[in-house]
């Protein structure tokens, strides 16, 4: 097109057929059969791995030594992380919940208590599992990824080490225990966080007690069990993306990038499905 | 045309360039030899500004480059093509985006204009056209290394400075490379200074070489004469033995 | 006591170390923040760039956003249920979940979400360009890193991350009152009957003020972090791992501001608008 001279007018061309190209790629029939059959493959992928790793995680050679190595460095290295978060995330409870409370039932007595509530039954397990994604689960996927790369795995495969036993159970196990006891210490820090917002109308023993209305064995156990279930979800997406990485340093960032945001989105779907499997067992005992 | 006045380098206290003298005149094809990882490379870094000198200073075509600004070097970086190692092609552009890139940032040129200009420099890295509507990732490692000297001589700099241009590569591709080294310093009369280790590739291009070891430069000569040299650091070198303390 | 001392003096040396190299690292980030800000008002405006980032960063989160988006409304609503039974107050359930998920839960999780995806992408991208000396390329071929790759990321993901936060809070609220009429058979006009009530535009406006600032943060991080990349491969997974990290706790950090901002504010706010 000849008679355009000015730039500015050919670049904004240039810029929507661009645009209308790239929206065209996402909608094509084939588009869409290529993404379902990756999510295909990806979901039976994890899946293997996870049953895989739960084959494995009873057989021997135990290794105790690199287990605890393993959990040193996951717990000790978002332990800081845990614990900033969680402060901020149990001052931010407070604060929000003192807003809706104030207009809702008109008292601010009850505030602990239903911060205690949320944090255990929710936004403790899950705010850390996914902050593990974050910090450890990219952190395991980096690592697979550029032994993959350097071809290590295929080292440890011809020296017939399996290298789902050597590499992916222990940080299995180590992942599954940091979980639990971060997230009883993240609560434990928004506990205390909120607990000295909410000053001067509390002191802590009216704190705690309020608190001890509310919440009981059952929260508490709902918190293990969802941390455990929860923390399954990152080192096994994280490995699963670590031993599928492609080439060079594009491969190991797109490895990276793929599995924390298949590690949240899954915590987020398996906390949703645990919350309603929950709720339909409640009414069951109730009636 | 480029000028090393007693330049000194080092890492994290490890010294890699110990006062580095070296005038290199317009037209020449230069060669720096080197072992693996004695800083051949930081050398040609510093003409462009992509590493800094502790001390000395760098000239580049009578100026004075060792105190210029990031902005200042934008002229000397137009001046001086620095052809990678590895192709580095911007891996989210098309062939012929990747060798616009530089022409539609620096140049007036029309769109008809630009194409033509792809089309001629695809040539002189002996491409067909069609190559251009291709991604980088598509083209083997010898074209992309190809495609990669072809974006660099978009702008037609007067220095062509190439990192280990044939490092890797096999025979075949390797002597490809050199007649394109060859190719560029007649056609578009550049001044070229290639680093690298490869002695066939020094022997079929080079005017001039010299070797680096230990932080200095050891003789500048002709090929024939370098290889026939009685420096002891150049036959060790050229004949491939291990350093006298190091020996069985 | 002087084993106390001691242990003091032991732990002090680390501490002061980090202290400073956590200094350092915001230092860092401000003069880079400042030097893409500067750099926006330069020419020229790489536009294809930005649309191509818009398009990466944007379109292609939209499904995970939406996902992800539902399924926290319907958390959300489970919890705030159970909650608000202890007290028979069930008939509030529709406003507080509403206003809840608009001034807090919705913009803060759909940010961690966006973290993942976009601020890792942006990351990992940078840091392989990086590694992969493309960067140096820009730079020999005279163009300036920062307004070629930088600027236009930084815009993409400021502008993409607000409207993806609109688009999660809308899918919230759907998700919250489809899982509250489905799975608790709440009735739907009971849901939204207190909704006007509870909610005021001054919720969604501090959901849309923590959006925009989530994104100026996650945008500067996650170019800060991919830019100053060295090294191998492995250098690039570590990048995003920091990256991820920080932006985790910018993103509660700035959180907890607003909500101290708001907490002291709410009350005339809410007499102004009403």
């Not at chain 1, 000790?76 to 919940?97: D, H, K, N, R």
């Not at chain 1, 550029?146 to 159970?169: F, G, R």
């Not at chain 2, 994290?12 to 051949?40: A, M, S, W, Y």
């Not at chain 2, 990192?163 to 394109?180: H, S, V, Y």
Request: with cysteine; glycine share 8%.
């Amino acid at each position: 097109m000849s008679w355009v001279e000015n730039k500015t007018l050919r670049l904004i061309g240039r810029t929507l057929s661009q645009i209308l190209y790239l929206a065209r790629l996402g909608i094509t029939v084939e588009g869409i059969g290529a993404n379902l059959f990756r999510f295909l493959e990806v979901t039976g992928g994890g899946m293997v791995l996870l049953i895989q790793t739960l084959w494995l995680v009873p057989r021997p050679p135990y290794r105790l030594r690199e287990i605890l190595r393993q959990a040193l460095t996951v717990g000790w290295q978002s332990l800081p992380l845990i614990v900033v978060v969680l402060g901020f995330l149990g001052m931010i409870t407070v604060l929000e919940l003192n807003f809706q409370l104030s207009r809702v039932i008109h008292n601010l007595e009850y505030v602990p208590g239903v911060a205690g509530i949320l944090m255990f039954r929710e936004f403790g397990p899950t705010v850390v599992a996914a902050m593990l994604a974050a910090k450890v689960g990219a952190g395991f996927t980096a690592e697979i990824s550029s032994m993959k790369n350097t071809e290590q795995i295929d080292a440890l495969e011809m020296l017939s080490v399996n290298p789902v036993h050597y590499l992916v159970v222990p940080r299995f196990i180590a992942t599954l225990a940091m979980q639990v006891a971060l997230s009883v210490i993240g609560v434990a820090v928004a506990f205390v966080t909120g607990f000295l917002i909410s000053q001067p109308r509390f002191n802590f023993q009216s704190y705690l007690t309020t608190m001890g209305h509310f919440v009981g064995v059952e929260d508490f156990l709902n918190l293990i069990a969802k941390a455990l279930l929860l923390g399954a979800v990152v080192p096994i997406a994280a490995c699963y993306y670590g031993f599928r990485a492609g080439a060079g340093a594009k491969g190991v960032g797109e490895a990276t990038t793929r599995g924390v945001v298949t590690s949240i989105l899954v915590i987020i779907l398996l906390d949703f499905t645990i919350n309603v499997v929950a709720d339909k067992i409640l009414e069951v005992v109730i009636q | 045309m480029i000028e090393f006045r007693d330049v000194w380098k080092s890492f994290g206290g490890h010294p890699v360039l110990q006062g580095i003298d070296l005038r290199i005149e317009p037209g020449e094809r230069f060669f720096i030899l080197g072992q693996t990882g004695v800083g051949k490379t930081v050398l040609i870094r510093l003409l462009v500004g992509l590493l800094r000198a502790d001390r000395g200073q760098v000239w580049v075509d009578g100026e004075k480059v060792t105190a210029f600004s990031e902005a200042q070097f934008m002229s000397v970086r137009r001046k001086c093509g620095m052809v990678f190692q590895f192709p580095t092609l911007f891996d989210s552009l098309t062939v012929f985006e990747n060798l616009a890139f530089a022409l539609r940032r620096h140049t007036d040129l029309s769109e008809e204009e630009i194409a033509a200009q792809v089309r001629e420099n695809l040539a002189l890295v002996h491409l067909p056209g069609d190559v251009a509507e291709r991604m980088p990732q598509e083209l083997s490692y010898g074209m992309q290394k190809r495609v990669g000297l072809a974006r660099t001589i978009a702008l037609r700099p007067r220095i062509l400075l190439y990192d280990e241009p044939t490092t890797g590569l096999d025979p075949f591709t390797a002597e490809q490379i050199n007649r394109l080294m060859l190719e560029m310093a007649e056609k578009l009369s550049v001044t070229s200074v290639v680093v690298s280790h490869d002695l066939i590739s020094m022997v079929r291009v080079a005017d001039r070489v010299t070797l680096l070891a230990d932080g200095r430069l050891v003789e500048v000569s002709r090929p024939e004469q370098f290889l026939h040299s009685a420096n002891p650091l150049v036959r060790q070198f050229v004949e491939g033995r291990a350093a006298p303390e190091a020996a069985p | 006591m002087t084993v106390l001392t001691r242990q003091v003096q032991r732990i002090r040396g680390p501490i002061e170390i980090g202290v400073m190299a956590f200094l350092q690292e915001i230092g860092a980030m401000a003069m880079f923040f400042a030097a893409t800000v500067r750099h926006i008002f330069k020419a020229p405006f790489e536009v294809q760039e930005m649309v191509l980032q818009m398009y990466q960063v944007g379109v292609r989160s939209v499904p995970i956003v939406l996902i992800s988006g539902f399924f926290v409304g319907g958390v959300v609503v489970i919890q705030f249920n159970y909650a608000l039974s202890l007290f028979g107050a069930e008939v509030y359930l529709g406003g507080i979940t509403t206003s809840g998920l608009l001034r807090e839960v919705g913009p803060v999780l759909v940010a961690i979400m966006i973290v993942g995806r976009v601020g890792a992408y942006i990351t990992a991208e940078l840091a392989t360009m990086k590694v992969t000396e493309q960067v140096d390329a820009i730079r020999c071929l005279g163009v300036n890193p920062v307004q070629f790759l930088v600027v236009p990321r930084f815009l993409a993901v400021s502008a993409m991350i607000f409207m993806l936060t609109i688009l999660g809070l809308l899918v919230a609220l759907l998700g919250g009152a489809l899982v509250g009429n489905l799975i608790l058979d709440i009735n739907l006009s009971f849901y939204f009957a207190n909704i006007r009530k509870l909610t005021a535009a001054w919720a969604l406006f501090t959901g849309m003020l923590k959006s925009i600032l989530f994104g100026i943060l996650l945008a500067t991080i996650a170019c800060y972090q991919g830019m100053k990349t060295e090294g191998g491969a492995e250098a690039v997974g570590q990048a995003v791992n920091r990256c991820l990290v920080h932006c985790s706790i910018a993103v509660f950090l700035a959180d907890y501001i607003i909500a101290s901002l708001a907490a002291l504010t709410y009350g005339l706010a809410e007499e102004i608008i009403f």
